[in-house]
């Protein structure tokens, strides 16, 4: 119990301190301070747009945003000047440097359904731009998101027995805080381990407990044929997202490689041409390396993505294939934050607070 509170606390105060320092960058922001941070640009990744729904179990809740919020951030965005671009023509503004406005460029990983449903009329309504990475694995039925499965199978469980690897024990799921224990040990588990193996015991024990981790996939993904008729949106673009989901730095070079070129080819089976653009799984340092950015390249990318915080600049070019982007988080849904965002002092706070040592380094 007293790990599962701690836990809360520091989850609290870690919010806390995000959202202090969004504010104080959307204050330096709009007194024209640290101009430099911001770069040519920003790449935003969102997940699911979708009407909140209050779940018993929300793990994942940093990955959903409202449309109504969407709709907001685009508003505050073009006021403040930004223009929006296609992703696939960031390397001709990143060659042109500072001659160009500032721009946004929205993208959205694993095709969920919603995206469809209620971002597209968003985007739509201010024409704006924006890819959709497609988990190839994902789309066909044949894999599954650890993540979804183990929210929703905590939120129907007060404890669940599971072999970690030092044999099978007990674990507590009646609070919150345990949940998220709970959560996150199953998580390192993935991260620190086969992945496909792991997300196979996963898959294991929800089944044994009556939930089909497929039947999540159907009813969030989006298929083939949705994604064509989702293509064919002027405004929509459709990227590479890999097969199963895996970590690409956690495997070989012919793995990684096929798991890059599959997807393509399914995005060409789907548009009838190759993408551009991939988005590594999960996009962390851990998750994705300089050798993959290689690979890309070596098979056509000409845009890489991660999930690592930063805005665009030229120094990334001529080659940009391994990209930061930001995150619009499902828990700090203002405006002014999208903005803070893309101005990049949040980023630049960060490493001067990690430069000085500052709580949770």
Same mark, same amino acid.
């Given at each position: %119990? ?14 806390? =301190? *995000?959202?202090?320092g969004l504010e104080a960058s959307f204050v330096l922001d709009r007194l ?10 920003? #790449? ?25 919020? /969407? ?26 440097? !500072? ?8 993208t959205l990983d694993d095709a969920n359904r919603n995206n469809l449903e209620?971002? =597209? ?6 024409? @704006?731009?924006?890819? #959709? ?37 007990? @674990? ?17 588990? #993935?991260?620190?381990?086969? $992945?496909?193996?792991? +997300? ?16 999540? @996939? ?19 673009? =459709? ?10 730095? &956690? ?7 096929? $798991? %890059? ?5 399914? *995005? ?19 998750? +994705?390396? +300089? ?6 390249? $070596? ?12 805005? *665009? ?9 391994? /990209? ?9 849904? !203002? ?17 001067? &607070? ?8």
């Amino acid at each position: %119990m007293e790990q599962g509170i701690g836990s809360s606390l520091r989850n609290h105060l870690k919010h806390a =301190l *995000i959202t202090g320092g969004l504010e104080a960058s959307f204050v330096l922001d709009r007194l024209g301070l640290l101009r430099q941070a911001g770069g040519l640009g920003a #790449v935003f990744t969102l997940h699911h747009v979708r009407p909140f729904v209050p779940r018993p179990f929300e793990p994942n809740r940093h990955l959903e945003i409202s449309p109504e919020f /969407l709709d907001l951030a685009i508003r505050r965005l073009r006021q403040e000047g930004y223009v929006f671009v296609p992703l696939n023509e960031l390397p001709g503004l990143m060659a042109a440097g !500072k001659s160009t406005p500032r721009f946004v460029a929205f993208t959205l990983d694993d095709a969920n359904r919603n995206n469809l449903e209620y971002a =597209l009329p968003v985007f739509a309504r201010h024409d @704006v731009p924006f890819t #959709v990475f497609v988990t190839q694995g994902l789309s066909e039925r044949t894999h599954t998101m650890w993540w979804e499965t183990l929210a929703e199978l905590f939120g129907r469980l007060d404890r669940i027995s599971f072999d970690f690897g030092a044999g099978i024990e007990s @674990v507590d799921l009646a609070g919150a805080g345990q949940r998220q224990q709970a959560f996150d040990r199953f998580a390192a588990l #993935v991260h620190r381990s086969d $992945e496909a193996a792991a +997300v196979g015991k996963i898959d294991a024990l929800a089944r044994s407990h009556g939930l089909e981790p497929l039947d999540i @996939v159907r009813s969030l993904i989006m298929d083939a044929e949705e994604l064509k008729v989702l293509a064919a949106n002027p405004l929509a673009s =459709l990227g590479a997202h890999t097969v199963s989901h895996r970590a690409l730095s &956690r495997l070989s070079d012919t793995e990684a490689a096929a $798991e %890059m070129s599959a997807s393509a080819d399914y *995005i060409a089976s789907i548009t009838g041409t190759h993408p551009t653009a991939i988005a590594y799984p999960y996009g962390t340092r851990d998750a +994705v390396s +300089v050798r993959d950015a290689r690979i890309a390249i $070596e098979l056509g990318f000409t845009i890489g993505v991660t999930t690592q915080p930063g805005t *665009i600049t030229p120094a990334m070019g001529p080659a940009p294939t391994l /990209l930061p982007r930001l995150s619009l988080n499902g828990f700090y849904q !203002k405006p002014r934050y999208a903005s803070a965002l893309a101005s990049g002092i949040p980023m630049w706070l960060e490493k001067a &607070r990690r430069h000085r040592g500052g709580p949770l380094s």
